[in-house]
């Protein structure tokens, strides 16, 4: 069973809408709860950068360069967490994984995500 499964991603075209979920299989309810969860991406050729990311108590934080455009949310219930991403840009093109932070060393699949016209 994978720690992370993560759901969502497709190809768009510049200015489309994605909704990724991530369902955090390996983490019991009473660890998910109080976590700070992220996204991170990965571009080919670059490193693995966080996106956004959700405290327990649900403050957010984002990346300059997606803030406006994505929002994380999270849903204890269901140990999931979303990124609504709208106005996508060819550079948001990546595989999109989620984790904790700081981040564990057990790593999902990931989902990609291809924007393009």
């Known amino acids: 069973q994978v720690h992370f499964l993560e759901s969502g991603g497709g190809s768009v075209q510049p200015g489309g809408s994605l909704r990724l979920s991530c369902k955090a299989n390996r983490m019991i309810t009473s660890t998910f709860n109080p976590a700070t969860m992220a996204w991170y991406r990965q571009a080919p050729e670059k490193q693995r950068e966080l996106v956004a990311s959700i405290s327990g108590g649900r403050s957010t934080n984002y990346v300059d360069s997606v803030k406006g455009r994505f929002s994380i949310t999270r849903d204890n219930a269901r140990k999931s967490v979303y990124l609504q991403m709208n106005s996508l840009k060819p550079e948001d093109t990546a595989t999109y994984y989620c984790?904790?932070?700081?981040?564990?060393?057990?790593w999902g699949r990931g989902t990609q995500v291809t924007v393009s016209s």
């Open positions: 984790n904790t932070v700081p981040s564990g060393d057990k």
